[in-house]
């Protein structure tokens, strides 16, 4: 059972090239998520979805565009990179509706892409 | 706004010994949910443990337990026999009832020393 799976791990980029990260689970779940990790700051929420189609905005939604086309998928694309998008970005799922009242709506993770815009 | 505090940025405990990771929040909700993720150099995120806030008793899973006091607002983690694979940054997070979204603190780096 794969989970989330991130693609790709490690990438660098120059400033003002555009890249997608992509994000695939296999866990038939509703809602996904895109964080970025920076020293000190945790992590924060840049872009969600609740469902096939949806997208919303988190924390720190600016530079960075989302699109769930497929329920399994959902892709992280920045259009234009800045060295302040330099960070680790985690993807995650949750809320299978089979499980939505009893889980405590358990987040799985993916492994993380590093991003490094030069 | 709903935030998680971690207050110490590293720990350090000897194999063997028991260690307590501290963590506060701020909310005015009473349906809440609230985690513990474990990050190891690997960078996953890996669930350690959870508590439900209308559950009075403590979460326990293996060598994991939590101290939850709603009132005060407190959720440490408390590492029983640690191990030198727990060594990793922790991470507190909290999910009000019924959203989407999973509010982090700054994480504690936990070190194990044998």
């Known amino acids: 059972n794969a989970g989330v799976t991130q693609t790709p791990k490690f990438r660098v980029l120059k400033t003002g090239q555009s890249m997608t990260l992509l994000c695939a689970q296999d866990?038939?779940?509703?809602?996904m998520y895109w964080y970025r990790q920076d020293p000190g700051m945790g992590l924060r929420l840049i872009h969600y979805s609740v469902g096939e189609g949806t997208t919303a905005k988190g924390e720190v939604p600016d530079g960075y565009n989302v699109s769930r086309l497929k329920k399994q998928n959902f892709l992280l694309g920045l259009e234009s990179a800045a060295p302040s998008q330099t960070s680790v970005y985690f993807c995650?799922?949750?809320?299978?509706?089979?499980?939505?009242?009893?889980?405590?709506?358990?987040?799985?993770f993916g492994e993380g892409s590093w991003l490094t815009v030069v | 706004a709903q935030t998680v505090t971690q207050s110490q940025p590293e720990m350090s405990v000897q194999e063997a010994e028991t260690v307590t990771l501290s963590c506060t929040y701020d909310t005015s909700e009473s349906d809440y949910y609230l985690f513990w993720y474990k990050q190891p150099p690997s960078r996953q995120m890996i669930l350690v443990i959870r508590q439900e806030a209308y559950k009075q008793q403590n979460a326990t899973e293996n060598r994991f337990s939590v101290n939850f006091q709603k009132a005060a607002k407190s959720f440490s983690l408390k590492i029983s026999d640690s191990q030198l694979g727990d060594a990793a940054m922790y991470f507190c997070?909290?999910?009000?009832?019924?959203?989407?979204?999973?509010?982090f603190g700054t994480g504690t780096r936990l070190q194990v020393f044998p």
């Open positions: 997070a909290y999910r009000r009832d019924n959203t989407d979204k999973l509010i």
């Open positions: 866990m038939n779940h509703e809602y």
């Open positions: 995650a799922s949750s809320w299978d509706r089979g499980e939505l009242w009893t889980s405590g709506n358990t987040i799985y």
